[in-house]
């Protein structure tokens, strides 16, 4: 089933050029960010977008996670057309149909584990009266198993009382995944979700993503290495607003079996060192 349905997106941001002294003279700058991008994702793909600096990416993940609405172009999700809706209709899609991870985890700093990771299931209430019964009688005891269920699914059970800063980088990006996985989203948005991160914690959040794929989770991650492209199924990448490649990984490399290998490595390391 298809997850995403993009044709002809464009994205174009206008600016009004100020050197003109007068109004008359002022002329318009159009930065043409998206010129014309065809792009589907089926359900189950781990898909990474790729391109040099400048060449569209934030642009469409803005787009893909209807934080932006394109020019031009249609863009379906999980059957709805985005384009059409209101902004209500925009915000319930953004709440439910996709989970978003950061560069920077964003998690709220005075709050715990499990209590970031109930944090989307307060925000989709508003909308439950007119979506989904059931949901609007979530009460506090469900809210905090599938906040649970989130969490063991990342392997952070024995840490749901902990605040971030009593987490290392690799675990705080782990309660970011349960967080966006915990209202079941349609796919993963995730931008250079590894790039505060060191090699080993990478590994070690490249192999949970590619656990949660292989359970059956649709995943899109920007990235700009290489390296951890070969972790994902698919890549497309983009070259000054168009997409210009799209290429399935044939030599699919496995994360967790790449820590192993990692961790051997650098406990050797260490042992010569000393
Ligand atoms: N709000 C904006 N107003 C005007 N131009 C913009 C705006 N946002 C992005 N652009 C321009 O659109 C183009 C694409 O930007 P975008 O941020 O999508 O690139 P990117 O591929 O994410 O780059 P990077 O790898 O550096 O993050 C760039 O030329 C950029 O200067
Ligand atoms: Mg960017």
């Known amino acids: 089933m298809a997850v995403i349905e993009m044709h002809g997106i464009k994205r174009e941001y206008r600016m009004e050029n100020k050197k003109g002294s007068s109004k008359d003279e002022s002329d318009t700058i159009v930065v043409r960010a998206l010129r014309g991008v065809d792009f589907f994702a089926e359900a189950g793909e781990f898909i990474s977008v790729m391109g040099p600096s400048g060449s569209g990416k934030s642009t469409l993940m803005n787009i893909l996670g209807c934080l932006d609405k394109p ?3 249609t863009y379906t999700l999980d059957g709805i057309e985005t384009s059409k809706s209101n902004s209500d209709t925009f915000a319930y899609i953004r709440n439910r149909k996709i989970g978003f ?4 985890f964003n998690l709220l700093a005075r709050t715990t584990a499990l209590e970031n990771v109930e944090l989307p299931l307060f925000y989709s209430r508003p909308w439950a009266h007119r979506r989904d019964k059931a949901e609007k009688k979530m009460n ?13 699914e990342v392997g952070l059970e024995k840490r749901i009382d902990h605040f971030p800063s009593q987490l290392s980088g690799g675990q705080q990006q782990r309660v970011a995944i349960a967080r966006a996985m915990v209202n079941d989203p349609a796919f993963i948005l995730a931008d250079e ?6 090699t080993g914690m990478t590994l070690e959040i490249m192999g949970l993503f590619q656990e949660l794929n292989r359970q059956g989770k649709t995943i899109i991650m920007v990235t700009h290495e290489p390296e951890l492209a070969v ?4 890549i497309i990448t983009l070259r000054d607003g168009q997409l210009v ?3 399935k990984v044939t030599s699919r490399r496995n994360a967790l079996y790449d820590l192993k290998q990692w961790k051997k490595d650098h406990a050797l390391l260490s042992e010569t060192a000393s």
Do not use: C, H, I, W
Not at 193 to 198: A, E, I, K, S, V
């Open 245 to 247: 490649a799209d290429k």
């Open 101 to 104: 991870v950061f560069q920077s």
């Open 71 to 73: 020019s031009a172009g």
């Open 193 to 198: 979700p590894t790039g505060n991160l060191d």
């Open 140 to 152: 506090a005891q469900t809210r905090k198993e599938r906040a649970m269920t989130a969490l063991k």
């Open 231 to 234: 972790y994902t199924r698919r």
